[in-house]
């Protein structure tokens, strides 16, 4: 950013100090620029205050002002032609660019200038309460916009360190492309909160990169960092930088992805909000897996070639007599588990130890229709063939256990604890790709328990094991009982259904599995269980003997 600040310029100098430079200047009108704003409590005790050297500049900016505005309404907009309106476009966005940079500075400059105590302070002098309330008088914007400058500011212009000394600004690079007119602000805002994240686990070398790597890209620059990129020179819009930012936190810091999935993984949330103009409006947050899950299944039935169905002729005449309920064959309340008076036991202690919210058992109950409705045959195929949803890893990322996964068409990465589960519920298929990205081999795909496996899994276990748990077999996923990562079979003997929630946080829930025989056991954790006994699980209904009283294996 040389030549973009002056330390001198950014040091408040009090009245009278009589260093030279603070003197007038010969046809330099000697009124402070604040004192010009009208209906300004306090202006006033500024109107002494004598210019610096710099007032010339001050002052050419009333004048640039002018000129822009008589500019900007001499467009005529909507009498341009194509090119001339699209021109008019880019270059006003140009110049919006150029002043919100200096908004920045401004805004900062006088933010740190304000936070000085005492009377001699610049809030004092202008009868203000604080540097929020100078900031947001003066500019007339809302205090949360005046706090999002002020906060880019700090990150991108050089800080001042006592005295006249000055430290170099923490994203140099951001700040002279703002300053440029390179990049906008929210562009600058993504790029330094996303580093900012990881800015305390990351080599200051490898930050500098993805800050130069990130900049260029958004510029449109070629730089070392961007030469061999796909579309090096070309100029991206802010919401591709967004996935760029999630991609460099995971690059340079895989390992902070797994805790933070562990936090909100159970935390997707869905809620209704008050009646509204005849609607509910739905409330809520979901997790990148989730949110990958729902967004290709909203393809599928958007797809241009995916049709509603409805009922037909028939079924609507039963249904209008009363002789078909749609859904009345899942809804009729009972439970899938057996009499067994242990899992009964077990239900009410899974019901006391279930810490999920109203709005996070929705969250559940959603993905669990969305996956149905994904592995439904009657769903809308995409391009000829079925709903699937892609989830990338390096192979040496999920051998080494460290690294992350990508689910296509979303930004941010699931952790390799996701991809294990999605591999182990779905399977997965080996490219090979050369050094130029080339694919040189396309492995088999290796589809995990096949349709006769999950048939003969499902009636063996009739829904998800785990006792108390009310998810229906279509809901469940097939879980490898010896994980398939340290090659447990793909047989019905090592594998069982468990909703997703289960399977999911089967590894840290305490829950265990283990099979006798061919039939699964379950031991509940301590907390559920104090004598941590295994136990029969869930089992199909139709296996229980009605002719007699119930049995306890």
Known sequence: MAGAWDPQSHTPQAPGSGVAGDQPIAGVKSAHPVAVVEGFEGAEGLAGSVPSVHADAVARLAEAQAVLADALAAIPVGLLSDTEAVTALSTVEAIGRTVDAARVSTATDVDRRARVLGREGLAWRMGCTGPWDVLTRVTRVSAREVKRRTKLGDAVLPRPCGGSSWLPPLFPTVGAALAAGEIGVETAELIVAGLQVISHRVAPDDLLTAERALVATAAGLITPETE??????VPVTTDLIRGMVAQWQAALDPDGVLPTEDLFEAKSNIGFGQLKNGLYPVKGGVTPELFGVMNTLFDAFLSFHAR???PTAEEQALMDSGQMIPGAETADGES?????????????RERRADTRTGGEKRADILRALFEHAARDTDTPSMGGSALTVMVHVNAADLASGVGVGWIDGVEAPVSLKTVHQR???????G????????VLKLGPERRYFNRAQRRAITARDGGCIIPGCKAPAHWAEVHHVKPWAQDGPTTVDNGVLLCWFHH???DTSGWEIRMVKGSPQVRA??????????RPPNRHRAHQVLTGPPRRD
């Open 228 to 233: 061999n990129l796909a579309g090096a020179g």
């Open 308 to 310: 509603p169905a409805f």
């Open 336 to 348: 899938d588990t057996g009499p067994d008076l242990d899992v009964i036991e077990a239900e009410l």
């Open 423 to 429: 591999i182990c519920d779905g399977g997965f298929q």
């Open 431 to 438: 490219v090979l790709f050369g050094e130029h990205n080339e």
């Open 504 to 506: 999911h946080s089967i």
């Open 525 to 534: 954790p301590g907390l559920i269980d104090p004598q941590r006994l295994w």
